[in-house]
Structures are given as structure tokens and as C-alpha cells.
């Protein structure tokens, strides 16, 4: 492909960061790649990957000269690093982010742009339970949504060329209100990584059932639970802390349908329950249908396949 | 392997009926296998996978000689299932079944035992989110829990017996009390599928996120409960009405730990929610290190190694 952007910046180096310049090497987008990254352990694993061209513990460095900065850090970092660059940005550059909420971005980094230089945020719908730069893969972001919420305003141009970019990795670019998305991603992962946190705390600690009992027989649905469960602490603190009303409007009516839930196991209301449980299975189809699932059993867990057919052709 | 059973019958077969008996044919542990399924559709499948040597609707009929049987059927089914095969079971037979909760089905069940047969109850903790003879695989009890929990007095050749044919198939067999074993899985198995129902249903229902939008952008977490709420409805609306007050006392604790983590939120306690964040990894990687999960990113719906060696590389 084409070059897209004579140099790229990346603040923050972690799964996400190291993907995206892994992908946009592999892809041929970018002229070079510069990271910046505050530890200098991290920074060491990245050049050891050979992910870039350059590697700083000085963001300022980074960016400079910069036709695209994209802020890959968690949330809660994003305002003293914007803070920190604005001098150094190039005139005509963008830039955006990889942040799991948009509102509180808009809302703080918006008025420390420099005039003259384009701001869009960004959150690609993709990662793994794992984090760190050796965590990161160029595939990470096919087949998966990047969501752009630029304002009213926003330069066209610069909106188009970011797009690009991401679709070049392999994305669906879906452009949408921050306020909205907050909502959709409090829902959608959010919710669920607060609910399977917790539950994952909960089991851990009790009295009547032991903690090697727990991981023991983890498999019978807990152990789903904890993948989302292991996602990088400091980045998920972040997105409640900045997410706080969308997750607590959700967490909300999750709460209100649970007690539900529980009213109809307390009154053993069977109709109710099954009911429940066969509407939710359709829904597991739809996400399969529309390509954001495998429909592999146990999630390819396991090779059912072959042997079911041998048995069959017997 | 040696035969262990002369004959092996089984009431009821779906994926967990299927299961045992493609691994009981392939492992040669039994001498002949004979299904019982009340539905001629589901019958018809079964024959024409292949899965045993006769096929009825009538249970009496295929548990006629039959040495070891186990019942297979969704919980609910067990009592009348057994008031109706009590009097056409063999003597000296061993009568099991596959039931995921034990104080019920040891109370429902053991009244009805003839003297001279032998009650052992069973639960192979396996499965996935398909359902029906066609989902079974030979592999699904390959390195999983089979927890056994026979009263005292239960005659100790019959228990081995039953050991040593889940061991056969692959499963690491676990003798427990039934009330403890129905305490261990409310929360490792209850409770999860109880909250993935939960909060599949929540995102069906909301009027500020559309449908679309929860099934477009499910891979940020929800995708992962939808798995195991596509479990089979029957199935579990059985679990929840026969595992009532296990399932209401880890429910409760698990209720009370969302409140706590809620007003975290609610308050932006970051270090609350780091901490907690923190602890939940580690147990994530003690599942794995039991062996009870494989540590491939997103559950290894992406290949990230080879691509990355290759950066690495250049």
C-alpha cells in the first residue's frame, strides 16, 4: 500500500500501541515510526522488537515532525502528555488516540489543541486480556471497528486521511457522537468487564468454597470470566474513572434486571428463566452472523470436527 | 482399553450422551451401547451419527441389561425418567447420571432406587455452548473434572467402577459431598451463566443503544458472556430451579461485592478498583497454570506468534 502519513508518532507502547505500528510497518503506511514511552523497560522491550525507528522516554521528541500522533497510553495519562506536547506539534498534524472513552477526551483534550492542528479521537474495538509491547500483533485490528468521534467542525480532510489509515490496518471506521459511543462501549465492554471483575473478586473470596477449588473447576463457565478479568488494571481503573455515568446508567439496569432474575429463581418461575435463556441464545447467533464471533464450540477450545466424522463414515 | 461394562446405556443424548458414547466406543470400554431419547427427531440423529447399537424412545427398553446407565436428560427429567425405568433395571447395575446439580437429584432420585442397584451420581464438568447429539466429540471429557457423590454407605466396587470409566474417558474423577459439590459450582458455574443471561438480556433491551449496534460492537467484552448464555435453555432453567439456594446464597455475595465495586465507581475510587483489578489477574493466571484454560490471547481467535517472530527477526 501506499505511504499515508511521512511519519508516525506513537505515545504509549503497549498492546495497542505496538500493534499499530507493527501493522503499519507491515502494511507499508508510514514513512517511520517514532515511540515514546515514560519507563525505560518498556521503551528497551519495544526496541527489542524492532517496532520502530526511533524510541524515546521524551514525548516532545517524539512527536516532532509528526504527520499522525496517536496517544496509546491509558486514559488517565492522556491530559499531562497533551499537556507536554502541545509545543512540539507539528502544524497540520493529527492527532488522535486509541482510548476506550471519548467523551472525557473530547472534553479535556479539545481545548489544549494547538490552532492548526487536527483532533480526532479514536477508540479501535480490539486487544486481548494481555498488555505490553511483546503483547501487541499486526492482526490485531482486522475485521474489528475502529470508531472516530470527531466534533462538529472537525477538518474533513484530516478525518478522511485517518480513516484510511485504519481501514489500511484492516478496520471498519464507523464515525459516531462521543456521547454515544460512551454509551454503546459502556454496554458492550464496559459493564461486562466491571461484572466479570467482580464475580472473578467474589469468588476469590469465600469461606465455604476454597480458592484452589474455585480455579479447579473453573471450566464449567467461571474461567470465561477471567479473561476479560486479566485486561491491564491501570487502563480499565481509567475507564471508570472517565466513563463513570454511562457505566453507572448501565450497571444500573443490569442491577434492576438481576434482581429480576433472581426473584424468578427465588419463586422457581421456570417459564420466566427459559424464556430468558432462549432469547439470549438468539443473540449469540446475531453476533456470529455478523462476523464479531466464531461459532467454534468452547471457542475452538477444543477439535470436535474430524472425529465426529469418522465416526459417522464408520 | 478393557471393557468395563458390558452394556452401557444411556437416557437421554445430547451433547453430553453423544459425548460418552463416541469416547466409550472409541476407547472400546464398553461391550454395547444402547440410547434412549424421548423425541423420534433427536433419535434419528443419533442413529445417524452412528453413536450406538440400538436406539429407542422407550428408556425401559434400552436400560434392559444394561450394566452401567446414565442419565442424561436435563435434571428436570430425572425423577420421572427413573420412576419409570426402576423396575426394568438389572440387579448389581450401577445407575449414574450427568446432572450438573447433586443435592436434588440425591434427594429426588435415591428414594427411588431398587435394592440391589447401585447409585452413584455424577457430574462431568464439560461442555460447550452447542447443544444436540451432533455437538458431541469424543475429546470433551479429555483432561476435565468428573465429580462423583455418592452417599456413605454406597457400595465401594460400584464407586470404583464408575472411577474408572471416567477416568478412561479422559476426566479426573473428584469424590465429593453433594451439597458441598452443589456450593462449588453455584459460583463457578451458576452464577456466571446466571450473570452472562443477565447481561445479554440487559443489551437486548435498552432504547438508547440499538440491537445493532450491541451485536456490531460486541467484541469489547460482551461477545465472551454471550458464549456461555447460548448454553441450552432447558438445560439450565433446570439448573436454576434445583440449585435454588446455593445458587441465591453466592448470587447474594455476589450482589453485595457489586455494590461495593458500584460505588467505587460512583465515588472514582481508582485505588479500589486498580486493587481489585490487580487481584483478579493473578487468579486468571492460576487457571492457567492448573491447566484448566490455555493463555492464548482473545481465547486464540487471532495468531499473533509467527508475525511477531518475524518483526522480531528482521
Not at 20 to 45: C, F, M
Given at each position: 500500500m501506499s505511504v499515508l502519513f511521512e511519519k508516525l508518532a506513537l505515545v504509549g507502547v503497549g498492546l495497542i500501541g505496538s500493534s499499530i505500528a507493527q501493522a503499519a510497518r507491515q502494511k507499508g503506511l508510514v514513512g517511520q515510526i517514532s515511540v515514546a514511552t515514560r519507563r525505560a523497560k518498556t521503551l528497551?522491550?519495544?526496541?527489542?522488537?524492532g517496532?520502530?525507528?526511533?524510541?524515546?522516554?521524551?514525548?516532545?521528541?517524539?512527536?516532532?515532525?509528526?504527520?499522525?500522533?496517536?496517544?496509546?497510553?491509558?486514559v488517565g495519562a492522556f491530559e499531562p502528555v497533551m499537556k507536554d506536547i502541545a509545543g512540539a506539534l507539528k502544524p497540520g498534524a493529527i492527532v488522535s488516540d486509541a482510548g476506550s472513552v471519548k467523551g472525557h477526551v473530547v472534553k479535556t483534550l479539545a481545548p489544549l489543541i494547538p490552532e492548526g492542528v487536527h483532533f480526532v479521537p479514536g477508540h479501535p474495538m480490539a486487544g486481548t486480556e494481555h498488555s505490553g509491547p511483546g503483547a501487541g500483533f499486526p492482526e490485531l485490528f482486522e475485521g474489528r471497528w475502529c470508531i472516530l468521534t470527531p466534533e462538529a467542525g472537525t477538518d474533513k480532510k484530516a478525518v478522511e486521511c485517518l480513516s484510511a489509515f485504519w481501514e489500511a490496518l484492516g478496520s471498519d471506521v464507523e464515525l459516531m457522537d462521543a456521547t454515544h459511543h460512551d454509551m454503546v462501549v459502556a454496554i458492550t465492554s464496559h459493564v461486562p468487564h466491571l461484572v466479570a471483575y467482580n464475580i472473578v473478586g467474589t469468588a476469590d473470596d469465600m469461606e465455604t468454597v476454597s480458592k484452589s477449588e474455585v480455579i479447579k473447576f473453573s471450566a464449567g463457565g467461571f474461567r470465561d470470566f477471567t479473561r476479560i478479568a486479566a485486561s491491564d488494571?491501570?487502563?480499565?481503573?481509567?475507564?471508570?474513572?472517565?466513563?463513570?455515568?454511562?457505566?453507572?446508567?448501565?450497571?444500573?439496569?443490569?442491577?434492576?434486571?438481576?434482581?429480576?432474575?433472581?426473584?424468578?429463581?427465588?419463586?422457581s418461575d421456570g417459564d420466566a428463566l427459559e424464556t430468558l435463556f432462549t432469547r439470549t441464545r438468539a443473540i449469540r447467533r446475531s453476533i456470529i452472523d455478523a462476523g464479531q464471533e466464531t461459532a467454534a464450540p468452547d471457542f475452538g477450545r477444543t477439535q470436535p470436527d474430524p472425529v465426529r466424522r469418522d465416526i459417522k463414515d464408520r
Amino acid at each position: 500500500m501506499s505511504v499515508l502519513f511521512e511519519k508516525l508518532a506513537l505515545v504509549g507502547v503497549g498492546l495497542i500501541g505496538s500493534s499499530i505500528a507493527q501493522a503499519a510497518r507491515q502494511k507499508g503506511l508510514v514513512g517511520q515510526i517514532s515511540v515514546a514511552t515514560r519507563r525505560a523497560k518498556t521503551l528497551d522491550e519495544a526496541r527489542n522488537l524492532g517496532l520502530a525507528d526511533s524510541y524515546s522516554q521524551d514525548a516532545c521528541e517524539a512527536v516532532a515532525d509528526a504527520d499522525l500522533v496517536i496517544l496509546c497510553t491509558p486514559v488517565g495519562a492522556f491530559e499531562p502528555v497533551m499537556k507536554d506536547i502541545a509545543g512540539a506539534l507539528k502544524p497540520g498534524a493529527i492527532v488522535s488516540d486509541a482510548g476506550s472513552v471519548k467523551g472525557h477526551v473530547v472534553k479535556t483534550l479539545a481545548p489544549l489543541i494547538p490552532e492548526g492542528v487536527h483532533f480526532v479521537p479514536g477508540h479501535p474495538m480490539a486487544g486481548t486480556e494481555h498488555s505490553g509491547p511483546g503483547a501487541g500483533f499486526p492482526e490485531l485490528f482486522e475485521g474489528r471497528w475502529c470508531i472516530l468521534t470527531p466534533e462538529a467542525g472537525t477538518d474533513k480532510k484530516a478525518v478522511e486521511c485517518l480513516s484510511a489509515f485504519w481501514e489500511a490496518l484492516g478496520s471498519d471506521v464507523e464515525l459516531m457522537d462521543a456521547t454515544h459511543h460512551d454509551m454503546v462501549v459502556a454496554i458492550t465492554s464496559h459493564v461486562p468487564h466491571l461484572v466479570a471483575y467482580n464475580i472473578v473478586g467474589t469468588a476469590d473470596d469465600m469461606e465455604t468454597v476454597s480458592k484452589s477449588e474455585v480455579i479447579k473447576f473453573s471450566a464449567g463457565g467461571f474461567r470465561d470470566f477471567t479473561r476479560i478479568a486479566a485486561s491491564d488494571p491501570v487502563m480499565w481503573r481509567d475507564v471508570f474513572l472517565t466513563n463513570r455515568e454511562a457505566v453507572l446508567e448501565m450497571l444500573g439496569r443490569f442491577l434492576e434486571d438481576l434482581s429480576v432474575l433472581q426473584r424468578a429463581v427465588r419463586t422457581s418461575d421456570g417459564d420466566a428463566l427459559e424464556t430468558l435463556f432462549t432469547r439470549t441464545r438468539a443473540i449469540r447467533r446475531s453476533i456470529i452472523d455478523a462476523g464479531q464471533e466464531t461459532a467454534a464450540p468452547d471457542f475452538g477450545r477444543t477439535q470436535p470436527d474430524p472425529v465426529r466424522r469418522d465416526i459417522k463414515d464408520r
